[in-house]
């Protein structure tokens, strides 16, 4: 009797089948992809001062690729700034071209003296006179009063220069110099023609990153002004000397390592976009009826066995040329398009499947239908002589 109730869950289950839509699954093996590639380069020059970032590394936009070391410019003299013409963002050599210098100090020693030695006092000491040396200066016309503290800058034969240190003078006024403080005429060395110091013109290469300095600070040497990097800067702007990524995603590559000198434009990364992903899989020539572009396909990645690793793509494109070399086992690459969950990496394994629904019954099986088609007349089990089913109990089996 059992035997029998088996034999009719059999008979039904195949039943079943008549009513049920067949199904034909293909499955490919995938590959997680990037749809496109971009370069990050640099938007300035220089030497890479820092840099830590390695291929595979997860970027974002705002984050710091690299610092680049700036070329540094210090004040030559003390004085006072007289004019800045250049600010952060200008290409040094435009502003030189303008104006002679990005900007100007007034030196501390703001008068220069052209003297000889025509009217030293008449000795063989005071009629040579050396670099360097220290002197004192007062005014010509003893109605003006005027005194000053010099130092001697440049000789020629019989004239010199002395660039004063402090004090006051009247420019065009002439002075006679002396070497001794109480301005004796034994230790008189020339007299001389009062004129005012020359600017001292401060300049660069590339383009300004910082200014440090405003008109009329006072300076004094050594003192930095202001820093440049190599080559012009999109817009005349630059915030840092730090180079931020504008893209999200993967790095693929590297192209500078700390050290390493750039110049604007180099490509500095190739990055893979996070939002670009794709799955590329092989298709054998025999598999091309089963999928077309456009079609749905179910994919499930190998790093997780939950439902979570199991998304719905769609097939973007198949290409037109075969990827194989041998003309017996022809295959074509086709690319998958799907929205990456925070899971995905690039170079992740994929199953993926595409169903098709086989042509669907001409009429609705029912009860009386599947009872017409079950056999009446059942094969006998373990020696058993043939058994006719009873309809009521194919009717009821079924509708069960």
């Known amino acids: 009797m059992k035997k029998n109730i088996l034999f009719v869950a059999l008979i039904l289950a195949l039943c079943v089948g ?19 590639s971009v370069s990050v380069t640099a938007p300035f020059g220089g030497t890479v001062a820092s840099f830590h970032l390695r291929e595979g590394d997860e970027i974002n936009t705002g984050d710091v ?32 071209n303008r104006v002679g210098a990005v900007l100007y100090i007034e030196p501390s020693n703001k008068y220069t003296i052209t003297a000889d030695i025509q009217k030293a006092y008449s000795s063989s ?39 004063t240190t402090s004090g006051e003078l009247l420019m065009e006024e002439s002075v006679y110099i002396f070497r001794d403080s109480d301005y004796s005429s034994t230790s008189r060395i020339g007299k001389g023609t009062v004129s005012r110091t020359a600017e001292v013109a401060v300049s660069g290469s590339g383009s300004i990153l910082y200014m440090h300095v405003a008109d009329g ?9 202001f820093e440049t990097v190599t080559g012009t800067l999109d817009g005349l702007y630059a915030t840092s000397n730090e180079i931020i990524s504008d893209v999200d995603g993967i790095i693929a590559s590297v192209s500078i390592s700390a050290g390493s000198t750039i110049t604007k434009g180099d490509t500095l990364l190739t990055v893979y976009p996070q939002d670009e992903m794709q799955v590329v899989i092989d ?35 198949i290409s037109h040329v075969s990827t194989s070399s041998s003309s017996s086992d022809v295959a074509y690459e086709a690319y998958i398009d799907f929205t990456p969950n925070n899971n995905i990496r690039l170079g992740m394994s994929v199953l993926v499947s595409t169903t098709e629904d ?9 009860a009386d239908t599947q009872a017409e088609d079950m056999p009446q007349d059942m094969p006998a089990m373990d020696g058993e002589a043939p058994a006719q089913m009873p309809a009521e109990a194919v009717e009821e089996a079924t509708t069960d």
Request: glycine residues 8%; aromatic residues 8%.
């Open 217 to 225: 600070d006072t300076v004094t040497r050594g003192q930095l002004l």
């Open 358 to 366: 086989e042509q669907e019954p001409d009429e609705e099986l029912t």
């Open 283 to 317: 298709i054998d020539e025999y598999d091309l009826v089963d999928i077309h572009e456009g079609d749905q396909v179910l994919m499930e990645f190998n790093y997780d066995d939950s439902d979570d690793s199991m998304c719905y793509g769609t097939v973007s494109m």
């Open 65 to 96: 690729i690299a610092q680049v070391a700036t070329t540094k410019v210090y004040a030559s003299t003390d004085g006072v700034v007289s004019g800045i013409f250049g600010q952060s963002g200008d290409a040094v050599d435009d502003v030189v």
């Open 18 to 36: 008549l009513i049920s839509p067949a199904l034909a699954e293909t499955t490919f093996d995938g590959t997680v992809v990037s749809n496109e």
């Open 125 to 163: 000491d005071t009629k040579y006179v050396n670099i360097g040396e220290t002197v004192y200066i007062k005014s010509y016309y003893s109605s003006n009063g005027n005194t000053a503290v010099g130092i001697i800058t440049a000789t020629d034969d019989t004239s010199y220069t002395v660039e």
